[in-house]
Every structure is written in C-alpha cells, then in structure tokens.
C-alpha cells in the first residue's frame, strides 16, 4: 500500500531517531553554545522533501544566511546536471574539452567498494581509464595472469577491497609522477601504482591491524609510506583478550616506499583515523576519536574531547634503531601510548593534541605551516601549528586558531592564494575562509568566512588540483557528494554519487566567495578521495618495455612459438600474439596436465592490445604492446577449446583464433 502525504513512514521515524541521537552527541560538545537550536536532519540524504534541507540552515555551528540556496529551493532546476551546466558568469574558464583535445590535468579517484582507482581528465571529468587494484578486472586481465593473481593472493586473497586515499608519490614536495599508494579500509592493505603502466604492482597485508583508514606518504621526498589503522584490536589478536577492550590498541604503520615492506608501526591510545605529513619529514599528523576506548557508540562519543596523534618520525625511527620496541608478527612495535616512557622529555615520539570529540581528518597546507582538523561533532576547524609542535611543550597551546565553518565539517583543502575550503557534510555546502583572518581572529570566531556554496548532497572529501603539494594551483575544485538524490535519471534505489565541479580561481566579495559551481557528474559508488596532477607531471609509456620484465618472463617472438613438454604432467607453451593471429595456430596438452602459457603482443604500435582467453578454463589475460603476460592451469577437461582475442583489433578480428587440443590420458 503507497503512503499518502500525511501518513507517518519509517523513514520519518528513522529521521527523528538519529536527529535525537545525533543531537545528544552534539550536546556534550563544549563548541555548542547553550540556547542554540538544535540540529534538524530532514535533509535529501533522508528521503524526505527538499525544501526540508532549508531547515539544517538552523543547525548548530551555520553562519546566519545560506548562500546561493536557490538551487535548492527552485528544486535544482536551474542546475540539473549536465556537463555544460555553470552559472554562466563569464568569468569561468571553459572546463569543455573539444574532441581531440587533452585535459590540463590528470585526477587520480579511489575507486571505494569497486577496490580500484580511477582516472579522469581534468577539467572535462571524463573518465580516461580504471587501474585496477584490489579487485579482479576481466577488461584489463588483472587477476588472471599468474603475476597479478599471485600478488592478490599473497596480500590475503580478498575477494574485494574498499580503496580510499589515494597519495601521489613526491621529490622535494612536488608530485614525481612515479607511484600512487591507496589504502584498503576493508581489509587492512596499501598498494602502489606503477604509473609508468598505469598497473599495480605492489600489494601489502599490514600485520597485526584489521583496517587501515588514513593512508599518505611522507612529504617531501617519499621516505615513508605511512597507514593508520582504524578498527582497536587486540595486539597480538589472537583470542586471548575478545572480552577485555583495555587490551584493545590502534596501529601507525610505516611501509618502505620501494621494497613496500613494513618497517616498524606504533601503539596509541584510542581509534586512529586519516592523517597527513609536514613538508619537512618531522611530523606525520593523525586524526583520531574514541580516546574513551569504548566499544558502543555511547562510550565512543562520552568526552568533549579527543586527541590528535602527532608522530614524531625522526624520534620513533631512533627508538626502533634502538631496539626500544617489542615485537609481533615480525613487525617492531613502538610503544607511543600517552604513558609511554618514549613521551617524556624534548623530543616525545607521539604528541597528543586535544581537539573538540571525534575530529575527522588532518590536511596540512601546501607551505607546511599548519595542519587543519576537522571537527564533525564540532563546527569548527582546529589549526595546528606545525613549527610549535618541536617548541611549544603545552600540547593545548599548538592550536592557533580554530574558525567556527558550520556544520559537519570533514575535510580541507587549499588554493595558491591563502585560502582553505572545508566541506560541511550536514549543511551540505563547501565553504571557503582565509586562512591567517582564522590564526589572528578569536577562537569560535566566523571572521575568516569568505563564503559558501551549496553542493548535492552530503559532501565527503574535497580536494583542489595539487593542494596536498607545494604547488596548488588554485583553479579547480572537486567535491565528491555522498548522494545524488534527484539530479540525475533514477536507476532504482542505489543512486549514483555526484561529483561536482567547482572553479576557485576568483575571488569575488560576494556569497559564495567568488566559488562557482560548473558541472555534475554521476559516479559509480563509491569513490572516496581524488588527487590531481598537471598533465606534464605524469609521463606513461605508450607501449611496454620489455626490458623492465627481462629475466623474469620471456619476450616471445612468432619464430620461437613452441609448446615445451617439461616432464609428463607439465606443459609450457610460448606464443606470439598479433593483428589476426597467434603464433601457435593451435597446440596439444594431455589431460591432467599443468599448463603455463607465455603470451607475448609482437605489436610495436600503441593502442594494439589483444586477448587471449579460453573461458571454458576461466583464462583472461590482456597483453599491451610488447608486453608478455603468463597464465598456469591445469588441463582437466578433453576436448576442444578455442582460444580468442578480446579486443576488437583488426578486419578480421573474429577469425583470430588458435585451439587448445586436450588429449585424453589414457
């Protein structure tokens, strides 16, 4: 039966549930003033009326006037969605890129449940490709070649991953196009991305942690892959202490960037969550929550403070040299809990830095003189001085300013110009301030405000084209929205993500700061983070080089095709693959037999890549330009089998074709 209009629904209740769950969080949070009104959840992300997002304009931490509401009161339907959509102000670049023209620069998004990353230009937001990374990709072969599914299966054999952060790696603060890492918050991973092929080739299963949430590397050079883990755990979790939560602890990794092996990790009180470095290889700062170290939401959320955790690299890396450290599962632990005996004295490994209850996120700005954190219980932005963390011995005294934003903070970037934007999930909006009007105004103050912009709906992460650099460049803005709601055709009850692009480059006295927002764009769920590069920093081969696999795989020609029987129940077989033929025609195994096929493409062209596939077999690997690819099985079936190209290549495409004959055995 279809609910009238006046009928209570669930989802009415639902609202009304969390609006007081979330209302009694909030309320022990010394940042709320007494006698403001109290937070009003009825926003599209709830399925209610749209008209009713106005009403969180009234919730704790807004400024008194919403800007540029009336999208949202028309119903959107002055900004409905398409890639030409912007305010028309003249004062826009043109974000269209006309056919055969390139973007200026390359985004790099987590790909969320998907488990890859993927890649789009900038600023046309047309997706480029998918690197796949702790998922299976039938299009691209990963998984399915011996070399892919065998680092897949040492880092855990998962069946997916949950990418989140991805991080371009540096040289003296400026993106080297070599590698991205990205965390998997799923199952406790970080992989790299070769970016010379745009493929992974790096996959670590961090010890001793169940997910890792915060993941970066260390500014300026590289030196250190760093990875929170999110989720307290007993240390060692091997039964021993389920029921006694004292015993639970929160993990800081530290990863080599080359080898991608672990190097040393450290214990801290409470739940550990996304962090960033300096710009000098001192300080790498983490958000984090449940300092109470509870187990229920109530117990997680009890104080009106939490502590962020500032690791002091230099001094943790001295205690591990030392041998100041125990050791689990092979990995040397650190004790950098508050009591810890390495935190007493000039130079303490962890710093804790109280900040207002459950802070979400820590982005250091592009010259690495503060580190912004974000409140999401409170509606304000905590500025971490960064040169005080060596000076100041009150770690209270190490935050400078702390702007009063709105509501729902999450996350912060930067342009060239002195200018921060946080997005404010709850109110639904980015809003822009300046940074050192923060430092010198008083603390709770909304002095710094610049402006905001309303965005559709619910943002997460924001992030502005290379500001996690030294070189922001102050154009464009990204901001990845939770939910799309109604701005796109309906494709049944899981709707896409929006992302949405925003252009910074004026700074106008008005609403939104000068913010205009120029396009949306549907996303598969869920990307969580993006990162942006100019086009120039990011140089991939056109086709493979053989060289990087010699020794390790043999460059197989059309003359050196052959089947090699290695005794009764081994078979290798070496193939070359180009435009309408293999250079086996077809080859011969026994039943029973394991089989490795070597397969390499002979094209020297780019853009030529080719399949070979037998599906009975479940074999699918991709082969690039000059690249050789393996695959082992074991021949169980008689019979015929065809083996075919997948990718559309030539005229004659469909008549590619070789043929695995399986002898019976006896």
């Keep these: 039966m279809t609910n009238t209009a006046s009928e209570p629904t669930e989802t009415d209740e639902s609202v009304t549930e969390y609006e007081a769950q979330l209302n009694k969080v909030l309320a022990d949070t010394d940042e709320t003033a007494a006698g403001e009104d109290e937070v009003s959840l009825q926003l599209p992300s709830l399925g209610l009326s749209r008209r009713d997002f106005m009403k969180a304009g009234a919730a704790v931490g807004t400024i008194g006037s919403l800007a540029g509401c009336a999208g949202v009161m028309n119903n959107g339907e002055g900004n409905s969605g398409g890639s030409q959509n912007h305010s028309g102000s003249g004062d826009v670049p043109e974000h269209f890129v006309p056919p055969g023209e390139h973007d200026e620069y390359y985004g790099f998004w987590s790909g969320g449940h998907s488990g890859d990353i993927r890649v789009y230009g900038l600023p046309s937001m047309r997706e480029l490709t998918r690197v796949p990374v702790f998922n299976r990709e039938p299009a691209k072969g990963y998984g399915f070649d011996d070399g892919s599914s065998q680092m897949l299966e040492d880092a855990g054999g998962y069946t997916w991953g949950d990418s989140h952060h991805p991080s371009l790696s540096e040289t003296d603060g400026k993106y080297d196009g070599r590698y991205i890492y990205v965390n998997d918050k799923a199952n406790g991973r970080v992989a790299r991305v070769n970016l010379k092929y745009f493929e992974t ?10 997910s890792v949430h915060g993941c970066c590397i260390q500014s300026p050079d590289t030196d250190y892959i760093f990875a929170n883990s999110e989720f307290r755990t007993p240390l060692p979790n091997d039964g021993r202490d389920i029921d006694n939560p004292d015993k639970y602890v929160s993990l800081f990794t530290a990863l080599d960037p080359e080898s991608m092996e672990v190097l040393w990790q450290v214990e801290v009180d409470g739940n550990l969550d996304i962090l960033d470095t300096d710009k000098d290889g001192k300080w790498a700062l983490a958000s984090a929550y449940n300092d109470e170290e509870g187990v229920e939401i109530e117990e997680m959320t009890k104080n009106d403070r939490d502590f962020v955790k500032a690791f002091n690299v230099p001094a943790i890396q001295e205690a591990v040299d030392a041998g100041n450290y125990r050791e689990v599962n092979g990995v040397p632990i650190v004790d950098g809990t508050k009591g810890s005996s390495l935190n007493q004295g000039d130079e303490p490994a962890v ?171 549907p996303v598969y769920p869920e990307p969580h983070d993006a990162i942006f590069a100019t086009k120039d920093k990011i140089e991939p081969a056109k086709t493979w080089d053989k060289s990087d696999y010699k020794g390790e795989k043999e460059y197989v020609t059309e003359s050196n095709s052959r089947v090699d029987r290695v005794d009764d129940e081994t078979v290798e077989v070496y193939t070359s693959v180009k435009r309408s033929e293999y250079g086996l025609r077809d080859f011969r195994v026994k039943e029973g037999d394991e089989v490795t096929i070597t397969a390499t493409n002979v094209e020297g062209s780019q853009d030529i890549v080719h399949g070979l596939v037998v599906p009975e077999y479940d074999i699918n690997i991709a082969l690039a330009p000059q690249d050789t690819r393996e695959v082992t099985f074991t021949a169980d079936k008689p019979g015929v089998y065809w083996v075919y190209c997948t990718y559309f290549c030539s005229a004659l495409h469909l008549e590619m074709r070789s043929r695995m004959l399986v002898e019976p055995r006896d």
């Design 201 to 210: 080739d790096a996959i670590t299963d961090v010890p001793n942690v169940q």
């Design 351 to 521: 710093r804790y830095i109280p900040t207002p209850k459950s802070p979400h996120c820590v982005e250091v700005t592009p010259d690495g003189k503060y580190g912004m954190v974000a409140g999401k219980l409170s509606p304000t932005v905590s500025i971490i001085d960064i040169e005080k963390l060596s000076t100041e011995p009150d770690s209270s005294k190490v935050i400078v300013g702390q702007p009063k934003v709105g509501l729902g903070p999450l996350h912060t970037t930067y342009d060239d110009r002195g200018h921060a934007y946080t997005s404010l999930f709850i109110d639904s909006q980015v809003v822009k301030w300046d940074i050192e009007t923060a430092v010198n105004s008083p603390k709770q103050s909304e002095e710094a405000i610049l402006g905001k912009i309303d965005v559709h709906y619910n943002p997460g992460h924001i992030q502005a084209v290379q500001a996690m650099s030294t070189e922001p460049t102050g154009d464009w803005l990204v901001v990845l929205n939770k939910l799309s709601k109604d701005r796109f055709l309906p494709v049944g009850p899981i709707y896409p993500d929006n992302d949405q692009l925003i252009y910074i480059g004026n700074d106008k006295d008005d609403e939104q700061g000068g913010m205009e927002l120029v396009s949306d764009h």
